[in-house]
């Protein structure tokens, strides 16, 4: 992708390799935007690792790029290959062109996001800040087009955070013939049960706010009016409760914390020395791990038992990380009318929905950096075809091609003084 650059006459000093070795290497390029430009640059991310894919799995060899009944088949032709290609492709097309963008557009294809100890886009913001420094960022590695009737293009602007928390009790246990109140299992299961009964408080940011207010266009009868209702000041109650059936937008409204394992017991004709569960969170932006530790302690009120947390090694800690989700991103004003704009020439009478993602992204890092990032992907994926980390990976090359269109006209509206 470098030498493509390169060969399309992009300066030496404008494409550079580099990494913390020969393996994780990232491309940074930068576009130049016109001289003397006083506004900071755009910086678009973008991953080129790709989760596994064993050839006896496939239809088609998942590290060839097929062709095939109208899609593009290959491990990465979702995530994100295709936004990858599109990138770079579009620098060439308006290098070609001889388009001056209002200000520098910057470039970052980078290592390790799926995995893996050398992430791009961490390396660059704490090696090279100076080359990816920016106003926003955009991330196509999130977002997407759905294109039922009508249409709806959905760009993430926050993220929740992950965390995983072990709930613990021992006991000096003995003989089941004689069974005391005092039980590890017991303690565990309480909490367990106290905790599926205790939804965490609803909340809303600036992003699920619209969210929810553009849905309710798009919904019909009781839902509409739900999603109105808990938009109002104070929500209603019975509006929330009957939201919170979805799995999805009880995600998008709380904090959510399940249990996801259990072991207990050495020997069935014994008490219990030890029981443990893992209940697994997903944080609403604002709150870090530990908050939410503290909160379940206060919740099982047992002092039987411990929760501590764990890291995505297994290794638990008596306190989380500080660290905290992903800030949700401002619905800037040019950013919206620009995405608004394309988006309704490409696909008209498109909704224009902001997401909060359950999921993490590399967002995470430029965010947390102080540079705003927006998952916007113009590559309409269609209903029932998510198959990114899964088998037969692939894009329908029509949907490809417009989303290369709709990055082309985006890039353009956003650093275009006419808008
Ligand atoms: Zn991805």
């Given amino acids: 992708m470098a030498q493509r650059l390169l060969d399309a006459g992009f300066a030496e000093a404008d494409v550079v390799v580099l990494g913390p070795n020969d393996r994780k290497g990232n491309m940074v390029a930068r576009f130049r935007g016109k001289a003397g430009s006083t506004l900071k640059p755009i910086l678009i991310i973008a991953h080129l690792d790709v989760v596994e894919a064993q050839r006896r799995d496939w239809t088609t060899d998942p590290f060839k790029f097929v062709e095939k009944d109208g899609y593009y088949?290959?491990?990465?032709?979702?995530?994100?290959?295709?936004?990858?290609?599109?990138?770079?492709?579009?620098?060439?097309?308006?290098?070609?062109?001889?388009?001056?963008?209002?200000?520098d557009i910057i470039l970052a294809l980078t290592a390790?996001?799926?995995?893996?100890r050398s992430n791009g886009v961490d390396w660059l913001l704490k090696n090279h800040r100076d080359l990816i420094d920016a106003e926003y960022a955009l991330n196509p590695d999130?977002?997407?087009?759905?294109?039922?009737?009508?249409?709806?293009?959905?760009?993430?602007?926050?993220?929740?955070?992950?965390?995983?928390?072990?709930?613990?009790?021992?006991?000096?246990?003995?003989?089941?013939?004689?069974?005391?109140?005092?039980?590890?299992?017991?303690?565990?299961a309480d909490a367990l049960a106290v905790l599926q009964k205790s939804p965490f408080p609803f909340e809303l940011n600036a992003v699920t706010r619209?969210?929810?207010?553009?849905?309710?266009?798009?919904?019909?009868?009781?839902?509409?009016?739900?999603?109105?209702?808990?938009?109002?000041?104070?929500?209603?109650?019975?509006?929330?409760?009957?939201?919170?059936?979805?799995?999805?937008?009880?995600?998008?409204?709380?904090?959510?914390?399940?249990?996801t394992m259990l072991s207990a017991g050495h020997a069935l004709n014994a008490l219990p020395q030890r029981a443990e569960a893992n209940v697994n969170c997903r944080i609403f932006p604002g709150h870090s791990q530990e908050e939410i530790r503290l909160t379940l302690v206060k919740l099982f009120n047992d002092p039987k038992l411990s929760v501590r947390t764990r890291n995505s090694a297994g290794e638990v800690a008596d306190h989380g990380t500080d660290r905290k989700p992903m800030a949700p991103a401002p619905l800037?004003?040019?950013?919206?009318?620009?995405?608004?704009?394309?988006?309704?020439?490409?696909?008209?009478?498109?909704?224009?929905?902001?997401?909060?993602?359950?999921?993490?992204?590399?967002?995470?890092y430029t965010s947390n950096a102080g540079i705003p990032s927006y998952g916007i992907c113009g590559v309409a994926i269609d209903r029932d075809d998510e198959r990114a980390h899964g088998k037969d990976e692939r894009v329908r090359v029509d949907s490809f091609y417009k989303g290369l269109e709709f990055y082309y006209l985006f890039l353009k509206a956003l650093t275009s003084p006419a808008g």
Wanted: hydrophobic share 40%; glycine share 8%.
């Fill in 73 to 103: 088949y290959g491990r990465g032709t979702q995530d994100m290959k295709n936004s990858d290609a599109i990138a770079v492709a579009n620098f060439i097309r308006m290098r070609k062109e001889g388009f001056v963008p209002d200000r």
């Fill in 210 to 259: 619209e969210y929810f207010s553009q849905m309710a266009k798009l919904e019909t009868h009781q839902i509409a009016a739900d999603m109105r209702a808990i938009l109002t000041t104070p929500p209603d109650p019975a509006a929330i409760e009957r939201l919170s059936q979805d799995p999805a937008w009880n995600s998008t409204m709380r904090t959510t914390c399940v249990a």
């Fill in 332 to 364: 800037r004003d040019d950013v919206m009318n620009a995405l608004r704009g394309v988006a309704g020439k490409l696909w008209p009478g498109a909704a224009v929905i902001p997401i909060m993602e359950v999921g993490a992204s590399d967002s995470v």
């Fill in 112 to 116: 390790d996001e799926e995995g893996g």
């Fill in 142 to 188: 999130s977002g997407t087009v759905r294109t039922d009737n009508p249409p709806a293009v959905e760009f993430e602007a926050a993220e929740k955070l992950y965390a995983d928390y072990q709930v613990l009790a021992t006991n000096a246990g003995g003989h089941s013939s004689l069974p005391t109140p005092d039980n590890a299992i017991y303690h565990v």
